[in-house]
């Protein structure tokens, strides 16, 4: 399997993603939503006002009031060829947040390449909730979370070794006995239910007054409530978007190494090369 891109595919897929992005900030601005830029692609704001030279997706948070409204309002404001996925509307998806899709492409993953449903390029919307400030109840409400999400991803496909045909060629870590756990909830509990019990996690907070809030699934994407509130203007490309204020400060939190140039084998941790990719011309279509 191929792990990396030629510079032609590289170039194609920066431009979708571009394309992809320009129309969800259009929508965004539309009906007055709430997003910012996070992860790698803060980094690319930060160090080139674009996408990083090496990666390969784009990744959008929003505060869950926000995200919430865009789940509702966007697929009908969408134009043409883009299409927005989540649970809601795509219950074979394995993923608990949304996807913007640019329709007449192909960036088919190895984790959902046997899931009947769109699988074009996309630019990942992920919800921000509340955190508790006490580091013990943010392990327990990132712990809870992970082990509904896990059997939510099981109903869709398996990762793992164990209770099960594998369909990932290196199976994701999971013990034996967590493997008899989400076999044993995939038998009597209904994927949405799954889905409602993951998203009452997640917002447990939501109400209360905390420092931080961020993508409940992992404890590095942390970011300060007052900064969410009093987002800056940045440039992605010739895309005008948003940050939190201090975003320095998230940075630093989730890449302690950050630096512009990174050696080549920690570039290629950035690339999700697909199993199959098309960017709607046969003749640049390709499969690992």
Known sequence: MKTG????ELDKLHRCLYDILRETVRVCNEINVKFFMVGGSMIGCHFWDAIVPIDDDVD??????????????APSRLRDGYILQWFGNTPETPFYFAKVRKTGTLFVEETTRNLDMPQGIYVDIFPFDHIPDDIKKQRRQRKLANTINSCFVSKSVWTYKYCGKCEIAVPNKHGF?????????????PKRTLYCLLKRVQTRYNDKETVYCSNVMTDMDQVRVEYVNDLQPAKFGDIDVFLPKNYEEYLHHHYPNLRKHLPKEEAEKYSHRPVKLSFGDEAHASEA
């Open 177 to 189: 006995l967590n493997c008899l756990f989400d076999r044993v909830v995939n038998m009597f509990v």
């Open 5 to 8: 891109y030629t510079d032609e």
């Open 60 to 73: 959008v948070g929003m505060p869950r009031s926000d995200y919430e409204r865009f789940l509702k309002e």
